[in-house]
């Protein structure tokens, strides 16, 4: 009896494909899902593991890659040693074999599709079986489309299965496989990018993405520019990662990984103003993110700046005109949403380091006044935008904040106290409406000490040290208003 091999992802027609095959005279096997699929329909159909006397493996991944399967559908029937080598080992003849492939093209078209994802749907087994029925045409149908099943059948009736029809349906599968083939390596060529070099000339790099969504870095549309370096696209990153925390009109810059200016508003202009005021200097070369469209007076302030990147939800043609007269800034269209990963990695000598992100959101009655003195509501909102900021700034970090945007950011600092005078040192302007805050607790009193010196009336931190007394005795005795959230969030 002849044997019909069929394996497929897509199920279109094949249970009826089986019933007609088997009308024909043949003996079917399959795998997997498709195996099932008969079974449900009452298809007569046996396991390939009868054919391999091996069971199906690794979820599946190792199932007809066995000498069993290939030796019956490889043998040149015109070849008696062939025929030989099959009776000496019992391996049995198979003369169709029917086939389609995982879903690769589909899977990787999916906005959020990640790597591991893609990799799981390439097909391994059903290319190698196409291939070698395709090789051995003459002797095994290969049929790889199922609009080609009622041909086939057809053929079969009527006995005009002629070796034309067996090319035809070679050179078909071939080209499919090809196509195939083609996908995978297209897909990872632009999932990994080769870039000029990575922090210094001196390192290669290259960016591997991992999705393609249209609220990541990876999956941005750029609109205008030369290409990102890697330094933008970690910059960027970072920029992209804080603006999204607003809700509210905001514009982010950052410059080496830390924001040096942050701006809320009204409307995206007034935000972006606010941003540019809170650190004309640093701003300079830097890269900025807005959560809001371009707009024309938008572009115009940007346009009077050398940024390296502009990152936006949508930039109108006005501000489209206005920008893409600068010819090597970088343009690209992000959305906003939040992002779908949850958790971060960090490569270390030996392998990576995985965390969740840090997204938790505190409200006002998540935290505590642990002073005589309140806040005004003027702080309160000063420090909401100071505490969303702080969280992005390398550790020891300090940020100073009124209700509109950064006044003054200390970064990465050894101890708090330096981060706070190198904040309050760069302060564009010092009243009762802007607060200090702090990513780590005050393990001793001095930062409410320096701060209150500087004017400071207010300020929000973490609290949770066994010292905590000594700076709520130091507000309460300088006049400061204090707010701890039981929170912290170092960023190294």
Known sequence: MKKALLSVSDKTGITQFAADLIAQGFEIYSTG??????????????SVSELTQFPEIMDGRVKTLHPNIHGGILANRDMPEHLAALKEHGIELIDLVAVNLYPFEE????????????????????????????????????????????????????????????KELMIKTFSHTAKYDAAIVNFFNEQSTALRYGENPQQQA?????SNA?????????????????NNIKDADATLSLVKKFDQPAAVAVKHMNPCGVGVGAT????FKNAFDADSQSIFGGIVALNRQVDEATAKLLGDIFLEVIIAPGFDDAALDILTKKKNIRLLEIQMDADADTEEFVSVSGGYLVQDKDTKILSRD??????????????????????????????????LANPKQTV???????????????????????????????????PMSDTVETAAAAGIKCMIQPGGSIKDQDSIDAANKLGIAMVTTGMRHFKH
Do not use: C
């Open 366 to 399: 998540d935290m505590t006044v642990v002073t005589e003195a309140q806040p005004t509501e003027d702080q309160w909102r000063a420090m909401e935008l100071g505490w969303t900021v702080v969280k992005s700034v390398k550790s020891n970090a300090i940020v």
């Open 107 to 166: 899977t990787v078209a999916k906005p959020d599709v990640t790597e591991a994802d893609a990799i799981e749907n390439i097909d391994i087994g059903g290319p190698t079986m196409l291939r070698a029925s395709a090789k051995n045409f003459k002797h095994v149908l290969t049929v790889v489309d199922p609009s080609d099943y009622k041909t086939v059948i057809a053929k079969l009736k009527e006995g005009a299965v002629d070796e034309a029809f067996r």
């Open 206 to 210: 290259k960016f591997i993405k991992t």
């Open 33 to 46: 899902g498709t195996k099932q699929t008969l079974v449900d329909h009452n298809i007569a159909v046996k």
């Open 268 to 271: 995206i202009e007034v935000a």
């Open 408 to 442: 003054g950011i200390g970064a990465g600092q050894m101890n708090r106290v330096g981060a706070a005078k190198i904040a309050i040192e760069r302060a564009i302007e010092m009243n009762d409406n802007v607060i200090l805050a702090s990513d780590g607790f005050f």
């Open 214 to 230: 249209a609220n990541t870095i990876a999956g941005a549309k750029q609109l205008h520019g030369k290409e990102l370096s890697y």
